[in-house]
């Protein structure tokens, strides 16, 4: 783990963010002791966020099938 002082991680604030995203986490000393962590944060995918499907239908045929579903539910 990468370790920089407060001054050091002030000034090179970019550098800190880049070495804890490929570190896992950087750590920043003060002088009277303290010490900090800083890590990325993990960011869980959308469960709306899927792959899309390749069909080999067309747009007509698409709307055709949503019209006959509509009809079948009597929601014309």
Known sequence: MKVYTFSEARQKFSAVLDSAQLEGA????RRD????LIRPVQVSPSPLDVKGVKLTLSREEIVSAVREGRERDGHS
């Open 33 to 36: 002791g303290r010490a900090f």
């Open 26 to 29: 950087v750590k920043i000393t």
